[in-house]
């Protein structure tokens, strides 16, 4: 993609650590989240098949449907940072005028073009740590999707983006009232941050539990012992 040169003179500036990534292209993005995506899912799945014909098998006992739950637990959060591109640290570059965010995320290298934002969500949470999470969801006109902390640079012009896009005909990027509240535009959340970051709580249980309880389900059913505490059971 252009502009990995560090002496093309279309790049005005850089902001980044060293070693920091480098623009790719939409489609190589893609790709990668696909391939991430199939691969954990099959993994899943996988795990169900093979446990629950172990158990038909007699080689394992029927307690052991907690296996695919294990699975569901662990691939529930991968799939969701896949998907959403949560990533570490961004860099960005400018190039012919547009504004390119890249950052490193768990299928690879994504960048996302602020010019043709289409969308911004906010996400708050309280860290293991006792600290704050605070990160911008975006996706572009391109389906790239990146998580960023909403921090600046990357924050300062993303509200510009938005402000720019509202300001010109055509449509205007959906910015959640969260993610405004976040960026500093008007108008704002009216809902208590204490609420956002309990719901993301609970959001955030729910990508442990709801796929655990399906991979355990389907490899009660599959492996014929039932789902305990089944009308009937």
């Not at 969701?80 to 965010?101: A, D, H, K």
């Not at 509200?159 to 405004?180: D, F, L, M, N, W």
């Not at 009216?190 to 389900?217: D, N, Q, T, V």
Request: aromatic letters at 8%; hydrophobic letters at 40%.
């Amino acid at each position: 993609m252009e502009g990995r040169d560090r002496g093309n003179a279309d790049t005005r500036w850089r902001l980044g650590a060293r070693g920091a990534p480098r623009p790719v292209k939409a489609s190589y993005a893609r790709r990668w989240m696909l391939r991430g995506l199939w691969v954990v899912s099959s993994l899943w799945v996988a795990t169900v098949l093979v446990d629950a014909g172990l158990i038909r098998s007699h080689v394992l006992k029927g307690t052991y449907t907690g296996i695919p739950a294990l699975a569901g637990a662990v691939a529930g959060p991968v799939l969701i940072s896949i998907w959403l591109g949560s990533s570490g640290r961004p860099s960005m570059v400018v190039q012919n005028g547009l504004y390119l965010v890249s950052a490193r995320t768990l299928t690879g290298v994504r960048t996302l073009r602020l010019d043709s934002l289409v969308g911004v969500r906010r996400y708050t949470a309280i860290d293991r740590y006792g600290g704050h999470v605070d990160e911008l969801h975006m996706r572009d006109e391109n389906g790239v999707r990146l998580s960023v902390d909403n921090e600046p640079p990357v924050s300062t012009q993303v509200r510009q983006a938005v402000r720019r896009a509202e300001s010109r005909p055509g449509p205007a990027i959906v910015a959640t009232r969260h993610a405004r509240t976040g960026l500093g535009l008007e108008p704002g959340s009216r809902i208590p941050e204490g609420a956002h970051r309990f719901w993301a709580f609970w959001m955030l249980m729910g990508s442990f539990w709801l796929p655990a309880l399906i991979g355990y389900a389907a490899a009660c059913l599959l492996a014929g012992t039932g789902i305990p505490g089944a009308p009937g059971r």
